[in-house]
């Protein structure tokens, strides 16, 4: 696959409705889960862009998005990654830049990057327990070129809900 120096960006993000039965963090993962967690994510969405069908990245949201937000908005948001290819990472470690932690808001948050040329793929993924399991409330990837900054050509896509969980879409 070749990468193209070009930047991709987009992110979904929506607040997180409080947690009550937070009285006890959830443990962070293994850095094998992390890898997996990560993994699974970016290839749902290689497979959405590639295909137009989001639905299943929408059903791996967590449930606060999945009431706000429908996969169309998924489908708008990630408009400038339509038809390209990040499936090189399948094979590829993760190159974790923060350590796994969780946030004051009890979302899990996993920041890192595929060292592929000519450009880097990196990530910002956060999980919200749902459903008794983590699962995907905010995307952030980028794909940029290793060698050269981004220029007034590089595509950038953004879709973002506020972060107090009034509904309303931004």
């Not at 948001?77 to 038809?83: E, I, M, S, T, V």
């Not at 350590?99 to 899990?108: E, K, N, T, V, Y």
């Not at 952030?140 to 595509?155: E, F, G, H, W, Y």
């Amino acid at each position: 696959m070749l990468w193209r120096p070009v930047l991709l960006c987009a992110a979904v993000s929506t607040g997180l409705l409080s947690f009550p039965a937070w009285a006890q963090s959830p443990a962070l993962p293994t850095p094998k889960v992390e890898e997996v967690m990560v993994k699974v994510a970016l290839l749902t969405l290689n497979d959405a862009n590639l295909t137009g069908n989001y639905n299943v990245l929408y059903a791996k949201m967590a449930e606060p998005f999945r009431e706000r937000f429908s996969a169309d908005t998924l489908k708008r948001a990630f408009k400038a990654f339509a038809g390209h290819h990040i499936d090189a990472i399948a094979g590829m470690p993760i190159v974790a830049t923060e350590d796994p932690r969780i946030a004051d808001s009890g979302a899990l948050l996993l920041r890192g990057y595929f060292d592929t040329t000519p450009s880097r793929l990196s990530y910002e993924l956060d999980y919200a327990m749902s459903e008794g399991e983590w699962k995907l409330i905010t995307i952030d990837v980028k794909v940029r070129s290793t060698q050269t900054n981004a220029s007034a050509t590089d595509l950038i896509a953004r879709a973002a809900a506020d972060l107090e969980g009034s509904g309303t879409q931004k």
